[in-house]
């Protein structure tokens, strides 16, 4: 599975968008990119998934590159609540694809 | 629809003891996968299991064991407790394999 990087850690101010990046750069054509996000002493929670297009759902929106190597999720309306650490994934779906492998992802910390 | 459920969530065990954990995934998924999470190594793929079967393992010694049951439900095992072993131990489920991952809260493992 391709390997992700992603800030340490940012900072939203509540109300506003929060905009997190994940570089992919080693991607492969059938690697999908997951986001996740945990909340403290929680399990992880799933967000979305896609794999060339943008996608929304009721939670955010998925942005990635046309080449692929990069994403971005984006949380229209940041609450307190959203306060968490995100993980951003790629993995081969639909084979051997229960293996995550997740990083040490961005702690997004939303202010009042 | 009910979460995955995992039991029990907080546990204390000596040295040398072994474990058992459980999972029941959410209803009609039928892959289970197990993490560990630590401070110092965060989220670390262990096993994965789809029908009964062992699809994919991590880097985990051969002390940590696992088995599901048709009805899905999932099992693992930590034999001679060390010390490193303490954690937070997530099941996963997801419909098949590789489709997005539904986590548990998580046993919380202390081994003393």
């Known amino acids: 599975d391709a390997k992700t990087t992603q800030p340490t850690s940012m900072d939203c101010a509540e109300g506003r968008a929060a905009n997190l990046p994940c570089n992919h750069s080693t991607i492969s054509g059938n690697e999908y990119v997951y986001w996740y996000r945990q909340i403290h002493s929680q399990g992880p929670q799933y967000i979305i998934h896609?794999?060339?297009n943008n996608e929304t759902n009721e939670m955010a929106s998925l942005i990635i590159t046309e080449d692929r190597k990069s994403s971005t999720l984006i949380l229209p309306h940041a609450t307190l609540r959203d306060t968490a650490v995100y993980y951003c994934i790629v993995r081969v779906a639909f084979a051997n694809a229960g293996k995550s492998t997740f990083g040490d992802g961005t702690t997004l910390t939303v202010k009042p | 629809k009910a979460g995955v459920t995992q039991t029990p969530r907080y546990l204390i065990k000596t040295r040398g003891q072994q474990v058992t954990l459980s999972c029941s995934p959410i209803?009609?998924?039928?892959?289970v996968s197990w993490y560990q999470q630590t401070p110092g190594q965060g989220l670390q793929f262990l096993f994965e299991y789809f029908s009964e079967t062992q699809r994919n393992k991590g880097n985990f010694p051969g002390r940590f064991s696992g088995r599901q049951f048709s009805n899905s439900r999932s099992e693992m095992n930590v034999s001679t407790l060390e010390l490193g072993d303490s954690a937070l131990y997530l099941c996963?489920?997801?419909?098949?394999?590789?489709?997005?991952?539904?986590f548990g809260p998580g046993t919380r493992l202390t081994v003393t």
């Open positions: 209803s009609g998924h039928r892959s």
């Open positions: 896609g794999l060339k």
């Open positions: 996963a489920s997801s419909l098949v394999v590789g489709y997005e991952q539904y």
